[in-house]
């Protein structure tokens, strides 16, 4: 059997007044919104980027530029469904993924395991296979300062 490991990172400015998404839920506590063409759902972006990598499949910009107006404040999970598409297209299941998002505000554990349920149909995993840490960046840098938001991921995809 052929499997691969893709990272993903990505990051983006908080901004006030902003909705902030996560995991394909909007969080309501959130005193910041994530600052992006699209949502600006940076664990979802993370985890296209994990997957595309796997597969040698570029990066999601390639895949959805930020200079496009087809994705222009588009809901992330459209990207992640088609990401999953891709990659089954080219004839890889994925294994599991395992995240980790450094944020300060809000508390990202009580969300969870809503955030596993929206994220594994999309890419035809169980929950089981969808790992979400947080942690805060201990007022350190542009996360300590909340100033923005960046989440990390790696994928195992498998020849199906």
């Known amino acids: 059997m052929k499997i691969r490991v893709g990272m993903g990172f990505d990051v983006h400015e908080l901004e006030s007044g902003r909705n902030f998404y996560l995991g394909g839920l909007q969080l309501p506590d959130a005193p910041k919104g994530a600052v992006g063409h699209s ?42 469904k088609e990401v999953t598409r891709l990659l089954e297209e080219k004839g890889w299941q994925i294994g599991n993924v395992d995240c980790t998002i450094c944020l300060e505000k809000p508390k990202v554990n009580p969300h969870v395991e809503e955030m596993k349920k929206i994220l594994a149909p999309l890419m035809n995993i169980t929950e089981d296979d969808v790992s979400i840490k947080a942690t805060t960046n201990e007022k350190l840098g542009y996360v300590g300062r909340e100033e923005g938001v960046c989440a990390y991921a790696v994928a195992l995809i498998q020849k199906a």
Not at 47 to 71: P, S
């Open 39 to 80: 949502d600006a759902d940076v664990l979802i972006h993370a985890i296209c980027d994990a997957l595309l990598g796997a597969a040698n499949l570029r990066d999601i910009g390639f895949h959805f530029a930020n200079t496009d107006n087809r994705w222009k404040g588009m809901d992330s999970k459209f990207f992640l």
